[in-house]
């Protein structure tokens, strides 16, 4: 089984927790006024890619059941359901993927720009560069990711991870059944 950061997943999960219950107070409670949630929205983005997108589409019912579902495989590892595998295996990759590109800075990958990329990983924070290294052979995919999307590129190396296909992938980190019908619905705040 791959390691899985349940803590990290719980941190997530709570985050949208907050962020979702600050709106739905805000929406109502005339009388609160709800703080700015760009700065919040920001960090979870950063620290879980794709997080945005839960928030939006995650029913809350289904929030508060994925911290429990967290709560019983933090007591006992055998608890450990697949999608927080794929969901935590997507964020690292995610977030390893947005750093290399964030590092290319719009750079097409030569020989040189590699050598480069090797150098540069040793003055990254510990957490981006244990993340970025994962794409180290794959930095010509990331400089020109197929039709311009650095996720398409994501989800074929977690499908390739978990030895699934790459639907099955797109499926196990945001399922469908999951999803909220009529989009919009209780959405957590867009600035």
């Known amino acids: 089984m791959l390691a899985t950061d349940l803590r990290a997943l719980r941190d997530k999960y709570e985050r949208m927790l907050r962020l979702r219950r600050l709106h739905e107070r805000a929406r109502d409670d005339a009388d609160f006024v709800e703080p700015d949630p760009r700065p919040a929205m920001a960090e979870l983005a950063r620290l879980y890619p794709g997080a945005l997108r839960e928030i939006d589409e995650l029913p809350i019912d289904v929030i508060h059941e994925r911290l429990e579902q967290l709560d ?3 007591a006992d590892r055998s608890r450990v359901l697949a ?10 990759l995610a977030r390893g993927a947005l750093t290399v590109k964030r590092w290319l800075h719009g750079r097409a990958w030569t020989e040189s720009v590699g050598a480069s990329f090797q ?27 197929p039709r311009g999307r650095v996720m398409d590129l994501v989800y074929a190396k977690l499908a390739r991870e978990l030895g699934i296909e790459v639907s099955a992938a797109r499926e196990a ?11 919009g619905a209780g959405r957590a705040p867009r600035a």
Do not use: Q, Y
């Open 83 to 92: 999608w927080m595998i794929a969901l935590d295996a997507f964020h690292r």
């Open 119 to 145: 150098a540069a990983l040793a003055s990254m924070p510990e957490r981006e560069r244990a993340d970025a290294v994962l794409w180290t052979n794959d930095l010509a995919a990331v400089a020109k990711p």
């Open 173 to 183: 980190v945001l399922p469908r059944s999951l999803r909220r019908r009529g989009r």
């Open 72 to 74: 019983a495989a933090e």
